[in-house]
């Protein structure tokens, strides 16, 4: 999403618009102008803030975007979208603890709208709230990082480094660079050999919605932040070892081959969808997702709704999360599920000039690639959940 082919530059002579969001381990938000966004950001609660009320997270929420754009925004007049109805009446509050006193006056310098925003339409400010990296806010979560810089003269990784830079031989290592006390590598940070890299592998793998990812992308993750000589073969260590993944990730693999189908020429145009049935129902009634894949740029929509639901609902979802972001598709390819086999779906279609294309009965390989992610996403609901079932 933070692409230049995604992001527009921000034109000042036009209103900007902030939508924020908090959840149980992190705030988000988007800065945007007329619907397209123009930067985001997410940030990560400490074990102190994870224990505010819904309100006070979502209104500490508020704060940081503010504090975050307010280059931006600062001094004209700006659009606050929120999906918290409580905060509507931010302004009119009577009594007020200390904690909210000082963000209030922080809030009165700016000059803004509040505006309602169901959480149904707040998706992308939930999903930056949602997403667990240790960014930002590294020197609050994680616990001894301050002390990495003493432990830089001792360690058999970066001693010498460390040294010969303080020195001045900076030279032989022009790699290097310390900066207010860190060593770091381009712009990587090198953590010196302590416990504190098991506890950040750990974090990026396993923590949150982190998502129990495999041993290559868990590498990528953490090299894409840090390093350390045995980087690689640490991560894959520790992910070796996660009790969890050994017993969500299926370790049985469908041994029948799945089909090809040919590949399309352009994005968004050729679709596959499928239904994940059998989950836990949400405090939405919600207890299946409908699938939806492109064929050429693999990229899925996960849209939940309930194992009743019939053709003309799944209807209103399609139009509702796909059509009405990405167009009309050429072809969607499915099963024979009797809501897609039904008058109405066919019909519909029909009109729209949409070729519906179906799998033989009892042979789900027809559609290899939607099967394929509709195990990996049973994979990270299994190792995600948990016990978490209240976020």
Same mark, same amino acid.
């Given at each position: !999403?933070?692409?230049?082919?995604?992001?527009?530059? /921000?034109?000042?002579?036009?209103?900007?618009?902030?939508?924020?969001?908090?959840?149980?381990?992190?705030?988000?938000?988007?800065?945007?102008?007329?619907?397209?966004?123009?930067?985001?950001?997410?940030?990560?609660? *400490?074990?102190?803030? @994870?224990?505010?009320?819904?309100?006070?997270?979502?209104?500490?929420?508020?704060?940081?975007?503010?504090?975050?754009? @307010?280059?931006?925004?600062?001094? *004209?007049?700006?659009?606050?979208?929120?999906?918290?109805?409580?905060?509507?009446?931010?302004?009119? @509050?009577?009594?007020?603890?200390?904690?909210? #006193?000082?963000?209030?006056?922080?809030?009165?310098?700016?000059?803004?709208?509040?505006?309602?925003? /169901?959480?149904?339409?707040?998706?992308?400010?939930?999903? &930056?709230?949602?997403?667990?990296?240790?960014?930002?806010?590294?020197?609050?979560?994680?616990?001894?990082?301050?002390?990495?810089?003493?432990?830089?003269?001792?360690?058999?990784?970066?001693?010498?480094?460390?040294?010969?830079? &303080?020195?001045?031989?900076?030279?032989?290592?022009?790699?290097?660079?310390?900066?207010?006390?860190?060593?770091?590598?381009?712009?990587?940070?090198?953590? /010196?050999?302590?416990?504190?890299?098991?506890?950040? #592998?750990?974090? !990026?793998?396993?923590?949150?919605?982190?998502?129990?990812?495999?041993?290559?992308?868990?590498?990528?993750? +953490?090299?894409?932040?840090?390093?350390?000589?045995?980087?690689?073969?640490?991560?894959?260590?520790?992910?070796?070892?996660?009790?969890?993944?050994?017993?969500?990730?299926?370790?049985?693999?469908?041994?029948?081959?799945?089909?090809?189908?040919?590949?399309?020429?352009? /994005?968004?145009?050729?679709?596959? !969808?499928?239904?994940? &049935?059998?989950?836990?129902?949400? #405090?939405?009634?919600?207890?299946?997702?409908? #699938?939806?894949?492109?064929?050429?740029?693999?990229?899925?929509?996960?849209?939940?709704?309930?194992?009743?639901?019939?053709?003309?609902?799944?209807?209103?979802?399609?139009?509702?999360?796909?059509?009405?972001?990405?167009?009309?598709?050429?072809?969607?390819?499915?099963?024979?599920? +009797?809501?897609?086999?039904?008058?109405?779906?066919?019909?519909?279609?029909?009109?729209?000039?949409?070729?519906?294309?179906?799998?033989?009965?009892?042979?789900? @390989?027809?559609?290899?690639?939607?099967?394929?992610? *509709?195990?990996?996403?049973?994979?990270?609901?299994?190792?995600?959940?948990?016990?978490? &079932?209240?976020?």
């Amino acid at each position: !999403m933070t692409k230049a082919r995604v992001l527009r530059h /921000p034109d000042f002579s036009k209103a900007f618009e902030i939508s924020c969001d908090a959840s149980g381990v992190g705030i988000g938000g988007v800065l945007s102008q007329e619907g397209h966004p123009v930067a985001f950001f997410s940030e990560k609660l *400490n074990s102190a803030k @994870q224990k505010y009320s819904t309100y006070d997270k979502k209104f500490y929420a508020i704060v940081r975007a503010f504090h975050y754009w @307010q280059y931006y925004v600062f001094p *004209n007049e700006f659009v606050l979208y929120y999906d918290h109805q409580a905060l509507r009446y931010l302004q009119s @509050q009577k009594q007020l603890n200390p904690r909210h #006193v000082k963000w209030f006056e922080f809030l009165q310098t700016f000059t803004f709208v509040i505006r309602h925003r /169901p959480g149904v339409d707040n998706k992308v400010a939930d999903a &930056l709230s949602r997403v667990l990296t240790v960014v930002q806010s590294l020197s609050i979560t994680v616990p001894g990082l301050d002390r990495i810089k003493f432990e830089y003269s001792t360690c058999p990784d970066f001693g010498i480094i460390f040294q010969e830079i &303080l020195d001045g031989h900076r030279r032989d290592h022009v790699d290097f660079v310390i900066r207010d006390g860190y060593l770091f590598r381009g712009s990587h940070l090198c953590l /010196p050999r302590t416990s504190l890299r098991d506890f950040l #592998v750990w974090e !990026m793998h396993a923590s949150g919605l982190a998502g129990h990812l495999g041993r290559d992308k868990t590498i990528a993750l +953490v090299e894409d932040r840090f390093y350390w000589p045995s980087l690689k073969r640490d991560v894959a260590r520790k992910v070796s070892q996660c009790r969890t993944c050994h017993l969500a990730k299926a370790t049985k693999q469908n041994t029948s081959l799945y089909t090809p189908l040919p590949i399309p020429h352009t /994005p968004l145009r050729d679709l596959s !969808m499928d239904f994940v &049935l059998g989950l836990l129902e949400t #405090v939405r009634a919600h207890d299946s997702i409908l #699938v939806v894949v492109d064929r050429f740029s693999k990229m899925a929509h996960f849209i939940s709704c309930s194992k009743t639901v019939d053709a003309s609902l799944v209807a209103r979802l399609f139009f509702r999360e796909i059509v009405r972001l990405h167009g009309l598709p050429v072809t969607i390819v499915s099963d024979r599920d +009797v809501r897609f086999m039904s008058y109405f779906w066919k019909t519909l279609w029909k009109l729209f000039g949409t070729t519906l294309k179906f799998s033989s009965a009892f042979h789900p @390989q027809t559609d290899g690639q939607t099967e394929v992610v *509709n195990r990996s996403l049973g994979n990270l609901l299994r190792c995600v959940v948990g016990d978490k &079932l209240s976020n």
